[in-house]
């Protein structure tokens, strides 16, 4: 049974999950999530996850959310992208949540898609501050190795990629990061790999 994954282009953590099934040639068809005109928070969304986010993965009657959660039961199922240590593995992905994804995400958001008068400068400029030191973190990880975790790909590498191929502006710039752009670009070389505004419908030029 094709997996639905409810989604929107400009969500990185929806990305993780859509990334996660591609490269790990899962069948599944994303569902389109109107996010900024409060698809997240109508009834029938909300009987879906009661956290009004996305991704929601749904499947055989099975009802996933969080990225992390749905990138597991997907690795689990296809035996994919869970090769080498996985306490390591999971240590990243738990990182991303906490330090990577959540701060990258948040930051691209007040930065880019709030009206620019509410843009809290002083919450912008303290995460930029965190948002640099991840960065920093993860480039120095990436220096000398290939993937995130062993010598393969895995949730690791798709997990902490999630956001750091959106054009938007958040304080990443590929040439200050030299390991994490060519990390990104061998996981942009695999089979199945597509950006994310390719991946998921919705995109910020359709709101222009």
Known sequence: MTATLY???????????????ALAGYDWTPVW??????????????????????????????????????????????????????????????WDNHKGSAQFGTLRFLM?????????????????????AALATLEHHLEGRDWMAGNAPSLADTACCGYLYYP??????RDRFPAI????????ALPGWKHPYEMMPGNPADRA
């Not at 752009?181 to 942009?188: C, E, M, N």
């Open 33 to 94: 999530v109107d996010f900024f005109h409060g698809g997240a928070r109508r009834p029938e969304f909300l009987a879906l996850n009661e956290m009004g986010e996305v991704p929601v993965f749904v499947e055989d009657g099975l009802t996933l959310t969080q990225s992390a959660v749905i990138q597991l039961h997907v690795a689990e199922r296809s035996g994919k992208l869970m090769a080498g240590d996985r306490d390591e593995i999971l240590r990243w992905l738990f």
């Open 181 to 188: 752009s060519a990390w990104l670009d061998r996981i942009a």
């Open 168 to 173: 938007e502006p958040f304080g990443f710039e």
């Open 7 to 21: 989604c929107f282009g400009e969500s990185g953590n929806a990305y993780k999950a859509a990334l996660t099934m």
């Open 112 to 132: 880019n898609f709030l009206p620019e008068e509410k843009r809290p400068a002083e919450a912008i400029r303290w995460l930029s501050g965190r948002v640099q």
